[in-house]
């Protein structure tokens, strides 16, 4: 034997308890998964919210995994989306990071904020920006809050249904920057623009946010 049969041979045999255990989990966790399609109500009361989330998205023809901080990541019609579960209450928070970005030089920049906040109001999605000073640029990351139990309905329509609606919100924000992005608009216009009659009748109640004193 060549010594590089020999060291082959020899890495082969250090790795081979490592590839056994990555087999035996996943094996495990796929068992865990065929059984929850054939679980009742009553014992899907027993399953976790993470398990729940990653059946259904395998029924809705999504590829889950766990990422690093324990959330579940998937791709849906091509973009990013991570789930975190939260356990004690049957609560969900989807995220789609990063959906979008655009440079702090376009010019559609300082109207971006107003189009933000008047998607928000109309939208089940809350979208935020982020700005990475560094590269002058502006990453768009929106993400949705909702309960998920074995017992309220179908969820696998109910899933597919708040995934489509992010896609609705990318075309409001991405529709409204087309319009406004080129237009000159002054700040007295801005000012009106962002103006929500329903949050009216509340700005007299307003309490000022100051600063602690040291």
């Known amino acids: 034997m060549t010594d590089i049969t020999i060291l082959i ?16 989990t996943i094996n495990i ?10 679980m009742t109500k009553n014992e899907l009361d027993e399953i976790s919210t993470q398990d729940l989330v990653i059946s ?8 889950p ?13 091509g973009d ?8 004690e209450n049957r609560f969900i928070m989807i995220w789609n ?13 300082p109207v971006l904020k107003e189009i933000i906040n008047l998607v928000n109001v109309n939208s089940l999605v809350t979208t935020v920006y982020m700005v990475d000073e560094d590269e002058k640029t502006v990453g768009l990351h929106s993400r949705c809050h909702t309960f ?13 249904m708040l995934l489509d609606y992010f896609f609705d919100t990318h075309n409001a ?14 700040e007295e216009e801005k000012k009106e623009r962002v103006k929500v009659k329903g949050f009216a009748a509340y700005k007299e109640n307003t309490v000022p946010i100051k600063p602690p004193k040291e």
């Open 80 to 87: 990013d989306f991570y789930i975190a579960a939260e356990e």
């Open 97 to 109: 990071p990063w959906w979008g970005s655009i440079s702090t030089d376009n010019e559609a920049f």
């Open 56 to 63: 259904v998205l395998k029924k809705i023809g999504c590829q």
């Open 9 to 24: 041979a020899v890495i082969a045999l250090a790795l081979w308890p490592v590839v056994l255990f990555l087999l035996k």
């Open 65 to 77: 995994e766990i990422n690093s901080e324990g959330h579940v990541t998937f791709k849906y019609q």
């Open 29 to 38: 966790r796929k068992k865990r998964l065929e059984h929850l399609e054939r």
């Open 148 to 160: 998920f139990s074995p017992n309220e309905g179908e969820l696998e329509e109910h899933l597919k």
């Open 173 to 186: 924000i991405k529709e409204n920057l087309n319009q406004l992005g080129n237009a000159a608009v002054g």
